[in-house]
């Protein structure tokens, strides 16, 4: 390793242990003094000149820009093998007797969260992509249904439907058996256009008010809608110096969180890509976010894609962070393909 790259790394983690501007001083002792003081501030020098290090108001230590961050990511840190200790925890997850995916993915965030010391995420696929397996039309009592419609992996979608009086739990049953004749295996559009190509035909009085019923159950839904997105440890984000001090930024992340178009966000972000990716400060979607860095990976589901992520300030633990978010998105693959299997 070249000796900008070496002071870099130690900057860098010099900061993300302690949240603090580094001096020549620091670096020097984590090097065990094998480079002098003067040497290290010459480097640390060259390193402000090319944007890779700020000396933020009259402290005389630096700390890095995001652009530091990115050439620490990329050029210093390299492949990173998970912890044994972490693989040993992830593979304890998995599906429980009575337990359902989202279930799952409640658990898989919180014990990242929780790990991680950070925020941890799992978003399931937007609605649009996701494949149909069946419905359920459940009564709720006169003039009310819930629509349960359930894809391949098992994730459910739910939504409340006004229906006429006259109709009771047994017409929905027959709804149900006739409108999932046209539902498995098929995306939520091809399933309105399966509807629309049956409404075309002749069909019984049955048929017909089943297919208008079914028609009103998928249509509408926002490109941003998603299956499920579970969020947890958003608490210990907050809690950081970065956002406990300075309350304005800890306001515009929450909002950015409440957004629900950052979720559509992030889905796109990891179609082009089957690594793990980083993303620090600016390069985020949301300004709200600006101060924080995000580490997401994408694991199937069925012929759709969800998200793992985790995101805090921009001083995360990358080393861990990183294979750690890795191998949740192998073992939800695993576990929600495994479940498909089955």
Same mark, same amino acid.
């Given at each position: ?28 002792? =984590? ?10 501030? %010459?480097?640390? %020098?060259?390193? !402000? ?39 040993? *925890? ?15 993915? *409640? ?62 739990? !047994? ?18 559009? +091809?399933? =309105? ?6 409404? *075309? ?8 008010? %089943? ?8 249509? !509408? ?14 608490? =210990? ?21 409440? #957004? ?30 600006? #101060? ?41 693959? +695993?576990?929600?393909? !495994?479940?498909?299997?089955?």
């Amino acid at each position: 390793m070249d000796r900008e790259h070496l002071i870099l790394r130690e900057v860098v983690e010099s900061h993300i242990d302690t949240g603090e501007a580094v001096g020549s001083k620091v670096i020097s002792a =984590r090097l065990r003094h094998s480079l002098s003081s003067a040497s290290i501030r %010459a480097v640390m %020098a060259a390193l !402000g000149e090319q944007g890779l290090l700020v000396q933020p108001h009259t402290s005389a230590g630096r700390v890095p820009t995001d652009r530091g961050y990115r050439e620490y990511i990329d050029a210093v840190l390299g492949p990173i093998a998970v912890r044994p200790r972490d693989r040993q *925890r992830l593979e304890s997850l998995r599906f429980h007797d009575g337990a359902s995916p989202a279930e799952l993915m *409640r658990t898989a965030a919180g014990a990242t969260a929780s790990e991680l010391g950070v925020a941890a995420m799992v978003i399931a696929p937007r609605l649009e992509s996701v494949v149909l397996q069946r419905m359920e039309l459940v009564w709720l009592g006169p003039g009310r249904t819930l629509v349960l419609a359930v894809t391949d992996a098992g994730l459910v979608h739910e939504r409340m439907l006004k229906i006429g009086r006259e109709i009771g739990p !047994g017409d929905l049953e027959k709804f149900s058996n006739f409108l999932n004749t046209l539902l498995p295996g098929r995306t939520l559009a +091809e399933v =309105r256009q399966a509807i629309e190509a049956a409404q *075309r035909e002749d069909r019984d009085s049955l048929e017909h008010k %089943a297919l208008e019923l079914g028609q009103r159950a998928f249509e !509408g839904h926002d490109a941003a809608e998603v299956a499920e997105v579970v969020l947890e440890g958003s608490s =210990r984000v907050l809690a950081q110096r970065e956002f406990a001090e300075v309350p304005e930024r800890a306001s515009e992340l929450m909002r950015a969180l409440e #957004e629900r178009s950052l979720w559509l966000d992030l889905l796109d972000l990891v179609q082009a890509t089957a690594d793990t990716r980083v993303y620090v400060g600016a390069e985020l979607p949301a300004p709200g976010l600006h #101060e924080c860095a995000l580490v997401l990976t994408r694991f199937p589901v069925g012929r759709a894609l969800g998200v793992v992520a985790v995101f805090g300030p921009k001083r995360l633990d990358y080393r861990r962070a990183i294979p750690f978010v890795g191998q949740v998105g192998q073992r939800l693959a +695993e576990l929600f393909q !495994g479940d498909l299997d089955g």
